[in-house]
């Protein structure tokens, strides 16, 4: 479970303080999906980067069941990142060099899984997204949508608590997108994850039955019923495997 | 996935890889090429100072020089008879020791007693000068017609005279002045010496017995100037010598046309019981100084010139060279390596600054620095070794350049008394004690040791770990959150 409190985030721009996140207080429980969302500027990735513990706040803590990511040794909070939190970025942020398979194996790497497991662990997991043909394939060989099948294969592949996205949709036409939030929307039920996601597209938003909304630093959570279809909706566009 | 991953960076960043390698190994290739034209400079050195010395020669002790007394300049003096026949060849040979002072003999003996010294021996070093010619007497006519013809005497030119007196007309003299070195050696030890450098090429080389036989053994340069072969035979002051072996000094260059055993040139040099260098060999090469220092002490009126000291005399294209390789080669090569290491940093660091989102990345999936901080040293250390192969098989090529070039250097060799230049032409006092000023001219080679290519793996190791210490410590700053930021 999250519990934020009174979390502030300040940044100093030359003589200029930008304050970033204002007090925010947030409880996320395990198993929750909620959606942040809000206009560009406004705080929504600050946030995401304080509950991943990409950041720490100027005040106030976040709690992962009960660990203060605030506090805890940048070694403490890399060992947390490496086993609890699986991230998904909208720019899938996937190494060029390597291959798809590769690119899921580098999140297994920081927790000492031997290599002949890592490739197996990868290989399943890139099966599980429907990307099983495409093992060898580079990142430049893969479209927009089967690389973020790839980067979702990573998030997932050591079993995280939580998942992570910031805009996975952002950058993918709207057939695509539907079928990437789908599948997330599928594995979210199947593992029973913690799924936090950021977003500026709306009718993703809608779906969400949480949905937290920052404004200049400040957020406002609303609980919501899906405005269509809700979870099963989602099912109509294909979960892609039983991962 | 440290090795893998390494290859595809590497394979993806070619151009920036190579432009790193190349910086390094241009550095590492000039390192070695100095290195190893200092290291042949220095065998160049060597050869010029056994070629003096002998081999295995340490030091040599020669007579400290004194000022010339007052009125005894001693110049060549030649005799010649005025004979009354015209056109008579004459010659005369003018023999002195070289610097005009010796030692005795028996301070061979007692050098060789001094703690340290392994062996010592002593050998004496003529000058020959050599005149040949003839007179050709003038003829003496009377200015007035019908006079009679007299003869002039020697030296007569055109001689002038009034009132009807003859005139000595013609006469003249034409000599040929020629000199040489003769270098009397102890035959019963010949390992250590003015002989030691040199190789018996043609005929044989002195036996022990033969310490008072009219034998000698003539450099190679001097036999073929005057086209003699083993077996013939030249006079020195009127000693006729017979040529037993014809011998090759190891340098190009010879400082001694002719050797002859010890007790003929004191006879010929009116020496007798004396020697103008003894060459001393010591137990240990590293205690030299110590050893001339005891000789110094225990033997006085003595001057010891070690090979250091004698190697500060050394001038000419070698020294100028010498000078070059080890103090503009040495300070290029630190410049060249210190731009190499500083670009290789600085791509690096560059490189590491593009790839922000990468290594976020990674960090964000839980990487921690010093895996990052790994991975770029692992990087950098591999373009480091692709340099340092690079610049070894360039310098290597250089080095053998240079020693298929082998371009020429003269060196000569300053006179080395140690009685403060002293040293004269004839006429005023002789030439310098231990050798007059001599010109040699040496090969050039580049010899490349394993403590070079150890230097140059160690060269491109820290040009790696330098780069790699600048990107790593770039990376290893870099925030998790840096992966959420939209650079590419």
């Known amino acids: ?243 | 996935m440290f090795g893998i991953y390494l290859k595809r960076e590497l394979g993806r960043r070619k151009k920036a890889a190579l432009v790193i390698a190349l910086g390094l190994a241009l550095g590492i290739a000039l390192v070695i090429t100095v290195n190893s034209v200092s290291a042949g400079m220095t065998q160049a050195q060597d050869k010029v100072l056994k070629s003096l010395y002998g081999l295995g020669t340490d030091m040599t002790v020669t007579k400290a020089q004194s000022a010339p007394k007052a009125g005894s300049s001693q110049g060549p003096n030649f005799k010649f008879d005025a004979k009354s026949s015209s056109k008579t060849t004459q010659s005369s040979d003018r023999v002195m020791t070289q610097g005009g002072q010796a030692l005795a003999s028996s301070l061979v003996t007692k050098v060789a007693a001094q703690k340290g010294v392994a062996e010592a021996v002593g050998a004496i070093t003529l000058n020959v000068t050599k005149v040949d010619g003839s007179f050709t007497q003038g003829k003496a006519q009377s200015s007035t017609s019908g006079s009679s013809q007299q003869q002039g005497g020697p030296g007569g030119g055109t001689g002038s005279s009034s009132g009807g007196q003859p005139q000595v007309q013609g006469g003249g003299a034409n000599f040929s002045v020629n000199s040489y070195s003769v270098a009397g050696i102890d035959v019963t030890n010949q390992d250590l010496g003015p002989l030691a450098t040199s190789k018996i090429t043609s005929g044989k080389t002195f036996t022990a017995s033969q310490t008072d036989a009219k034998v000698a053994v003539i450099s190679k340069s001097y036999a073929k100037s005057k086209k003699y072969k083993v077996g013939s035979t030249f006079k020195i002051s009127g000693t006729k010598f017979t040529v037993i072996g014809i011998a090759t000094p190891d340098s190009s260059e010879s400082t001694t046309d002719v050797f002859i055993p010890l007790k003929q040139a004191q006879t010929l040099g009116d020496s007798k019981n004396k020697v103008t260098t003894i060459y001393v060999k010591a137990t240990d090469s590293k205690q030299i100084s110590t050893v001339k220092k005891t000789i110094q002490k225990n033997i006085s009126g003595t001057t010891v010139t070690t090979s250091a000291d004698l190697a500060s005399t050394v001038s000419g294209s070698l020294s100028t060279a010498s000078n070059l390789a080890t103090s503009v080669g040495k300070w290029l090569s630190i410049a060249v390596l210190a731009a190499a290491f500083l670009v290789a940093a600085l791509l690096t660091s560059s490189a590491v600054s593009r790839r922000v989102r990468e290594f976020g990345t990674l960090k964000a999936l839980g990487w921690p620095s010093r895996k990052v901080t790994r991975q770029v040293v692992g990087e950098s250390m591999v373009n480091g070794l692709i340099g340092g192969g690079l610049g070894i098989a360039l310098g290597l090529a250089a080095a053998y350049a240079v020693t298929a070039i082998s371009p020429k250097l003269t060196a000569q060799l300053g006179n080395t008394g140690g009685g403060g230049g002293m040293g004269g032409g004839p006429g005023g006092g002789g030439p310098g004690q231990q050798s007059a000023s001599s010109t040699m001219e040496i090969a050039l080679s580049a010899p490349v040791s394993l403590t070079t290519i150890a230097l140059a793996v160690g060269l491109a190791v820290t040009g790696g770990l330098i780069a790699g210490a600048m990107g790593g410590w770039r990376a290893s700053r870099m925030r998790p959150a840096d992966a959420l930021r939209s650079v590419s």
């Open chain 1, 1 to 243: 479970m999250y519990r934020l409190t009174g979390v502030t985030k300040r940044y100093t721009r030359g003589k200029e303080t930008v304050e970033a996140l204002r007090g925010i207080d947030l409880t996320i429980e395990d198993g929750d999906q909620l959606v942040i969302q809000g206009p560009t500027g406004g705080g929504k990735s600050t946030l995401l980067q304080m509950i991943g513990g990409l950041d720490r706040p100027t005040e106030g803590s976040v709690e992962l069941d009960g660990v203060d990511l605030a506090r805890i040794s940048e070694t403490k909070l890399t060992r947390v990142r490496a086993e609890n939190i699986g991230i998904i970025f909208q720019s899938f942020n996937l190494i060029p060099t390597l291959t798809a398979q590769e690119n899921v194996e580098t999140a297994l790497v920081p927790l000492g899984v031997k290599p002949a497991e890592r490739r197996e662990r990868a290989a399943e997991a890139l099966r599980s997204v429907g990307l099983g043909e495409r093992l060898g394939h580079a990142p430049a060989e893969l479209s927009g949508g089967q690389q973020q099948r790839v980067a979702i294969a990573r998030a997932l592949v050591k079993k995280p608590k939580v998942l992570l996205a910031d805009e996975p949709t952002g950058n993918l036409d709207e057939g695509t997108r539907d079928d990437i939030m789908a599948l997330l929307e599928g594995l979210w039920r199947e593992h029973g994850l913690t799924f936090i996601m950021v977003t500026h597209d709306s009718s993703i938003a809608r779906r969400a039955p949480r949905l937290a909304t920052i404004k200049a630093g400040q957020l406002t959570v609303t609980e919501q019923q899906p405005s269509y279809g809700g979870q099963q909706q989602y099912a109509q566009y294909g979960n892609q495997g039983g991962y």
